[in-house]
């Protein structure tokens, strides 16, 4: 079975440029999350979706970030304008409904801004 | 109040030793307890989870020991492998977070053959 999938896998733009982050949730799932890693502050939930719906967006940084789903197989994470601390792996989750249930990490997005 | 405090940073175990982990909350509110294994270039994987309702919970070579009046929770892996050695990342979540999951900062392992 597919897993997560997100693209690009690594992104490498100059700072003031879009980013676009896209990710496909495994088929079946109906919620999905957008997390950052960095050294300093570890794994961050930004926001999170239940049926393409936003829940909680308290985890986004500031008005530069915003997310959207829209469908059951498609979400995106962009930034704009793109910042030199924006710089971290990016990781798109999804489970299937249910507290407790186990969430599936993609492979992540590895960005850079320079 | 949210945060999970995860140690130590980095563990070194020879072949076929315990590994020892431990994150303890101040959230009385969590009441599910998962473990993330991390490998170099990929995404958490679960591990195992406990709730607050068992002291104890066993999955092969790893068992998840949770004490609750402590507010202390820890992975315990056994007979170590190389194919262990990874970043592992303790959770917490509570009912009225709903799937907010906070993690601890991370325990690199590494198993020496």
């Known amino acids: 079975d597919a897993g997560v999938i997100q693209s690009p896998r690594h992104e490498v733009t100059e700072m003031g440029q879009e980013v676009t982050l896209r990710c496909k949730p495994i088929?079946?799932?109906?919620?999905l999350f957008w997390y950052r890693q960095t050294m300093m502050r570890g794994l961050e939930l930004l926001i999170y979706?239940?049926?393409?719906?936003?829940?909680?967006d308290s985890g986004m940084p500031e008005d530069r970030f915003s997310a959207k789903m829209p469908n059951a197989s498609f979400s995106t994470l962009k930034i704009q304008p793109s910042e030199p601390r924006d710089s971290a792996v990016y990781f798109c989750?999804?489970?299937?409904?249910?507290?407790?249930?186990?969430?599936?990490f993609g492979d992540g997005t590895r960005l850079s801004i320079l | 109040q949210q945060q999970v405090k995860q140690s130590p940073q980095s563990l070194i175990v020879q072949k076929g030793g315990i590994s020892i982990i431990n994150c303890a909350y101040e959230?009385?509110?969590?009441?599910?307890f998962p473990w993330y294994q991390q490998f170099p270039g990929k995404g958490p994987a679960l591990l195992i989870a406990?709730?607050?309702?068992?002291s104890e919970k066993k999955e092969g070579r790893f068992t998840i020991s949770f004490n609750k009046s402590a507010k202390q929770f820890s992975l315990h892996i056994m007979d170590s492998q190389p194919g262990d050695s990874a970043t592992y990342f303790c959770?917490?979540?509570?009912?009225?977070?709903?799937?907010?999951?906070?993690f601890g900062s991370g325990t690199r392992l590494l198993v020496r053959p």
């Open positions: 959770a917490a979540s509570s009912m009225d977070s709903s799937y907010k999951l906070i």
């Open positions: 979706f239940n049926n393409n719906v936003p829940i909680d």
């Open positions: 406990i709730r607050p309702d068992v």
């Open positions: 989750a999804s489970s299937m409904g249910g507290k407790g249930q186990p969430q599936h």
């Open positions: 959230n009385t509110a969590f009441d599910y």
């Open positions: 088929s079946g799932h109906d919620y």
